[in-house]
């Protein structure tokens, strides 16, 4: 390769890079594995390391920076110790080699180390100050994370106050490093749901923890099980006696009542190393959760520090993960699912293959730049994989074994179902079938519609919807309202009871809770819990088909409790549409009478109404959230940043740079007893 070369493949690769890692930090929906995504980081770490003249300084490669999972809607929050990531291997003697590095660096022949497994999902800290919990942060870029303290308080194995033993007291400020996921029961448990609701699965545990944790609802949070391990040591102040190894750190987080990983090994060789490794694998399916790897670690904290960091990893840990089940087999087709929404989505069908305990006969194969990607054709034999993922994935193809006749795959340019031009939305990698009318899209939207999650409509199932759009009675979800009971009966013999039955859960359904009707049209975005505060907020579908985004602003910076920005433009987009705005209009002319949400409670005390707060420091006695929702409560609200129009900072100890400003623009601060005070009015 020229250095011409070079710099191509190397920008190349940073660019699909920042792609994943942009899919999988941010949005928690990777489109190829893991072992595929540390394949690309490999080769780019290889061609940077031939070629030092063409890597870039400081962190603008992805081989020199952690993942970023900042996202939108959360409040940012500076570590106070960075947040690093693992260097890992695939390779055994890759693994032997660590050993001897650390070896060589501290001078010293024989060195104690821990294996402990790796947990596949989201890296958190936790904060405790004097014991109690105060603030859970994502890793985020490393230096700061997103504030998920709300989300996190709703886990229940979390303790909010640490166990202390008499005579021990809690450091005034501790940071603990862990992983937060979801069991393997827990994402059955919910993907069965989804099905139910004719909504695509999530494809593994990891994904779906790492979304959850990112709702802007602790309330949907609350509703998924998520649990927690902690591993490590942040920042700890003033600096305690904490132990010196960490075998005794992990007796110590135990101690403290919080949860840590389930085993661990010591280990004293490479030789040792590798054993502990071993048995890791044996063991770990009967563990709840997805373990990818074993994460093996110098066991002497002061050591650790000896050894030091490279600018995204601790030189004194490395990271072992287990390559994957992989299966070769032949694809035999490439089919086309056209969605609710109508985006097109290929799949593969395989020729049947045993893999990781189940039969495997289908995989996504994403969109069409992924085929292309991989040059994945009818006829070849390709590689499917299942690591965490449930649903397997064709991660490449055997091209030793292509045949001849094995042409690229072209992909449609016309909907297989109804056979309308394809198009491509600016900014979208899929391709949709724009015709709304297309007979899959209406199946989808009548399914989704009368599922139990929405207006749940008893006999109109999978099978039934089925039907009634295949004879053309039903060409939207207006039309479900117009179904009679003569047709109904021509659909086979013994249907009478049944037809009576479908009828009355049809008329039934006419006054169910408003914000299944919101649920039920299938709004991008727009879930369960969303769709309840828009009926909170909005009381009637025609009010929220005529929203306008400033009806969705607190103040400056907020959209209203439970929906974000990207929601609300969703919402309005919809709406925009004149057929999805005409379906509003129909269901009420065929008599559909939404029942609205009882009313909250109105604004309690005149203290409150209409002023702004913000919070800012640790309150003696009452958490933000509790605070939060008094203030909400008696009729005010709370914002994240100090204005001219912010009417008052409450503030607590360690306050910061807000109440700072408070002074600067002259705005009011209170402390806790006056608080309590105004709220007694
Ligand atoms: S220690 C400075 N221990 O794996 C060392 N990490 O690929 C930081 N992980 O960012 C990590 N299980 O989110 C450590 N037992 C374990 C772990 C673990 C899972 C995650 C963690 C880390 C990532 C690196």
């Known amino acids: 390769m020229n250095s011409d070369e070079s710099r191509a493949r190397i920008e190349k690769l940073r660019a699909v890079i920042a792609h994943h890692d942009e899919l999988y930090y941010r949005r928690a929906q990777p489109e190829i594995t893991d072992v595929e995504y540390d394949r690309l980081k490999r080769a780019l770490a290889e061609t940077e390391a031939e070629f030092p003249e063409l890597a870039l300084s400081g962190n603008e490669s992805p081989t020199a920076r952690v993942g970023d999972d900042r996202t939108e809607g959360f409040v940012t929050y500076r570590h106070r110790e960075r947040m690093m990531s693992l260097d890992n291997t695939y390779s055994e003697m890759e693994l032997r080699e660590f050993y001897v590095r650390v070896g060589k660096l501290l001078g010293r022949e024989e060195l104690a180390f821990v294996v402990e497994p790796k947990i596949d999902g989201l890296a958190v800290s936790i904060t405790y100050e004097h014991g109690t919990l105060t603030r859970a942060v994502t890793r985020g870029n490393g230096i700061e994370g997103d504030d998920i303290t709300a989300n996190a308080r709703t886990i229940t194995s979390l303790p909010h106050k640490l166990k202390v033993a008499d005579g021990h007291a ?74 010196a190894t960490q075998r005794g750190w992990h007796e110590q987080v135990r101690a403290w009542g919080l949860p840590t990983v389930e085993k661990y090994w010591g280990a004293k060789s490479a030789d040792e190393i590798w054993a502990a490794v071993r048995e890791l694998d044996r063991t770990r399916a009967q563990f709840a959760y997805a373990t990818d790897g074993a994460v093996v670690k110098l066991d002497s904290i002061p050591l650790q520090r000896e050894a030091g960091a490279t600018s995204k990893a601790p030189r004194w840990a490395m990271s072992y993960k287990f390559a994957p089940e992989r299966a ?33 006969s289908r995989a996504t194969l994403h969109n069409r730049d992924e085929i292309a990607r991989k040059d994945i054709r009818t006829g070849d034999f390709v590689y499917v994989e299942k690591a965490g993922e449930i649903i397997p994935a064709v991660v490449a193809v055997n091209t030793a074994r292509r045949a001849p006749e094995c042409v690229p795959y072209v992909f449609p340019e016309k909907c297989p179902v109804c056979g309308t031009g394809v198009v491509q ?219 001219k129009k912010t009417s008052y900072v409450l503030a607590g100890a360690e306050a910061g740079s807000k109440l700072a400003k408070a002074g600067a623009l002259g705005v009011p601060v209170i402390d806790e007893a006056e608080f309590v005070k105004m709220l007694a009015g």
């Not at 929601?567 to 705005?581: G, K, Q, S, T, V």
């Open 170 to 243: 809690a450091p005034a400020l501790i940071e603990i490093r862990g992983e937060i996921f979801m069991t393997t029961a827990e994402f059955q448990r919910i993907n069965k749901l989804r099905e139910e609701a004719a909504e695509p699965l999530y494809a593994n545990p990891r994904n779906l923890a790492a979304g959850t944790i990112k709702q802007l609802d602790p309330r949907e949070v609350a509703q998924r099980k998520l649990e927690i391990v902690l591993y490590g040591l942040g920042a700890c102040e003033p600096p305690a006696a904490l132990p």
């Open 328 to 360: 070769e087999t032949r694809l035999n087709a490439i089919t086309i699912q056209v969605g609710r929404t109508g985006v097109l989505t290929p799949v593969a069908e395989l020729e049947p293959v045993h893999l990781a305990g189940s039969t495997v």
């Open 425 to 643: 939305a600016e900014g979208e990698v899929a391709l949709r079938c724009p015709n709304y009318e297309c007979p899959v899209q209406v199946r989808r939207r009548v399914r989704h519609f009368a599922s139990k999650a929405c207006v749940d409509i008893d006999g109109l199932g999978e099978a039934m919807v089925d039907a009634v759009v295949g004879k053309g009675w039903v060409r939207s979800v207006a039309d479900v309202y117009r179904l009679r009971k003569d047709d109904l009966m021509t659909l086979g013999k013994s249907v009478e009871k049944s037809t009576d039955n479908l009828l009355a859960a049809i008329e039934k359904s006419k006054t169910a809770e408003l914000w299944r009707f919101i649920h039920g049209l299938g709004i991008t975005h727009a879930g369960a819990s969303a769709s309840k505060d828009l009926a909170q907020k909005f009381r009637s579908l025609d009010a929220l088909a005529e929203s306008k985004f400033e009806d969705y602003i607190v103040d400056k910076k907020t959209v209203i409790e439970g929906i974000g920005e990207t929601m609300a433009l969703a919402i309005i987009e919809h709406f925009n549409d004149p057929r999805n705005r005409a379906l509003v209009g129909e269901l009420q002319s065929l008599g559909v009478r939404p029942a609205p949400p009882p009313e909250r409670a109105a604004a309690t005390s005149a203290l409150f109404a209409g002023k702004t707060f913000v919070l800012t420091g640790t309150l003696p006695s009452m958490t933000r959230e509790a605070a939060t929702e008094k203030i909400e409560a008696a009729g005010g609200k709370v914002s994240n940043s100090v204005s």
